[in-house]
């Protein structure tokens, strides 16, 4: 019987946030919206060489859109180069680790080389996104 109330209850809830949603909808969707009713502070307002053209303005998300056709090839590279530069900055704080592991190991041979195995898989993993970004970098001008 409560499994069957709160069926109910969370029914009546769901419809009525739908009903709330619908009258709200109905009532900004009778308005005309033009470029003239971008707020201050938009893209369009600050930067309209860089914003849509106003006869493209059609609702209020569109006075903040910019008009930027970047190819799906500067995207990904632009991705790749943000992943790569994130890795290679693990792989400094890792070789930085490795060093306090050293310092700190204070003679202990299995610490000593726990610091040097630290510092190698730093520098390795430095190589390697240094590498992988001079790879993609080299494939995506030349190739694409």
């Known amino acids: 019987m409560k499994i069957k109330n709160l069926l109910v209850a969370g029914l009546l809830a769901v419809s ?30 600050t930067k309209p060489a860089k914003a849509k053209p106003a006869d493209q303005i059609k609702t209020l998300a569109d006075c903040n859109l910019a008009n930027d056709d970047k190819d799906l090839m500067v995207t990904a590279t632009d991705i790749i180069n943000v992943i790569v530069g994130v890795v290679g900055v693990i792989a400094v704080f890792v070789i930085v680790l ?6 700190t190991s204070t003679g202990d041979a299995a610490k000593t080389k726990r610091a040097q195995h630290t510092i190698l898989y730093g520098v390795v993993g430095l190589i390697i996104a240094l590498l992988a970004y001079a790879i993609v970098n080299f494939v995506l001008k030349n190739v694409f």
């Open 16 to 45: 009525g946030m739908f009903a709330l949603a619908t009258v709200v909808n109905t009532d900004n969707a009778m308005a005309a919206f033009d470029s003239s009713q971008c707020p201050n502070g938009s893209l369009f307002k």
């Open 98 to 103: 490795g060093g306090i592991f050293f310092v």
